[in-house]
Nanobody, 123 residues
Framework: QVQLAESGGGLVQPGGSLRLPCAASGRIRSIGIMGWYRQAPGEQRELVATITSGGKTNYSDPVKGRFTISRDNVKNTVYLQMNSLKPEDTAVYYC?????????????????WGRGTQVTVSS
């Protein structure tokens, strides 16, 4: 199994910045797409950004130009740099990864989620 550990959340004023790292661990053969999602109170979980193993990125419209996703394939870590934060960015941010993992009989695909980290943007 793959474990994803997010960190870096907290309280920040509007216009401020935060950087969220998410490290993957476990019996990992390879990781394909990694991504960040968020869920605000009373809302459905929504895509924030994704990145392929080759570095191709995709962003949701609300965060384009303000957020940057990147990854370190050696460390199996994905990052979300969030700038110009707005109150509407307040949410729990979740890390996601599509992996190939080792198990007793060989390898298999696995889709994993972290437990989330709270980001609150408020003055």
């Amino acid at each position: 199994q793959v474990q994803l550990a997010e960190s870096g959340g907290g309280l920040v004023q509007p216009g401020g910045s935060l950087r969220l790292p998410c490290a993957a661990s476990g019996r990992i053969r390879s990781i394909g797409i990694m991504g960040w999602y968020r869920q605000a109170p009373g809302e459905q979980r929504e895509l924030v950004a994704t990145i392929t193993s080759g570095g191709k990125t995709n962003y949701s419209d609300p965060v384009k130009g303000r957020f940057t996703i990147s990854r370190d394939n050696v460390k199996n870590t994905v990052y979300l740099q969030m700038n110009s934060l707005k109150p509407e960015d307040t949410a729990v941010y979740y890390c996601n990864a599509d992996s190939i993992v080792y198990f007793a009989l060989g390898v298999r695909p696995e889709k994993s989620w972290g437990r989330g980290t709270q980001v609150t943007v408020s003055s």
